[in-house]
């Protein structure tokens, strides 16, 4: 009898998701690293009664454990791996911060599934306003773009967007005035760094080609 050995990233994807839609831009009040570790505080509306101590929150799509919070601030202990991998370390007071908790099981998934991991950065090539929309270009790696094809979903800064159109080395979306008033985007400048995610099923299909076309051919018998 054979068994199934599940994968550790899909067993938290499970029991851990956010959907994208950002639910409060807070304010970086303090950012304080060392050698090993950094610790944010973020000032935020969100409901203190609703987050406790060890909750999930994405900061800027990154998954934070809270670590602190009093009745409008939120900490959070950053890893020097998250500090590697992410646009965090370059925040500063004053800084705006997309913020969502974790999704609970009964909630509606509005954006698309997001796991709070951040694939790699991107940069901020071209902003452009078509009439109500705001046409945002960004810059990747020829690894990130892989997972990304027209009209399919990515997280920008914990952001769910639809991507616009894609190449080799960049993408665009077109953001409308909503998303743009309720998240960071507006105070995006050219040459900014944002994080992204890149769409969770685009890359388990990916893995599974990829293993497909490196398993052995069976020979046939006779």
Not at 92 to 121: A, C, F, Q
Request: hydrophobic letters at 45%; a positive charge.
């Amino acid at each position: 009898m054979g068994y199934w050995v599940a994968d550790p990233l899909l067993l938290h994807s499970i029991l851990l998701m956010f959907t994208g839609l950002i639910e409060d831009v807070g304010e970086v009040s303090r950012m304080r690293s060392n050698k090993s570790s950094a610790v944010l505080e973020i000032n935020t509306r969100l409901p203190p009664r609703s987050i406790a101590v060890g909750a999930s929150i994405a900061v800027n799509g990154a998954c934070l454990t809270v670590v602190k919070k009093n009745a409008r601030a939120l900490a959070f202990e950053i890893s020097p791996e998250t500090l590697k991998r992410t646009s965090l370390e370059t925040l500063r007071p004053g800084s705006l911060v997309n913020l969502e908790r974790s999704m609970r099981w009964h909630d509606r998934i509005g954006g698309h599934l997001v796991t709070g991991h951040v694939d790699g950065l991107a940069t901020v090539r071209a902003i452009e306003q078509k009439g109500d929309f705001s046409f945002f270009t960004f810059g990747v790696t020829e690894e990130l773009a892989l997972f990304m094809v027209a009209k399919g979903s990515v997280a920008v800064d914990g952001i769910s967007l639809t991507v616009n159109s894609c190449g080799a080395r960049q993408f665009s979306v077109a953001v409308i005035p909503f998303t743009l008033k309720h998240t960071n985007l507006r105070a995006r400048r050219l040459g900014d760094k944002v994080n992204i995610e890149t769409d969770l099923i685009g890359k388990y299909v990916h893995k599974f080609v990829t293993l497909k076309r490196m398993a052995p051919v069976p020979k046939r018998r006779g």
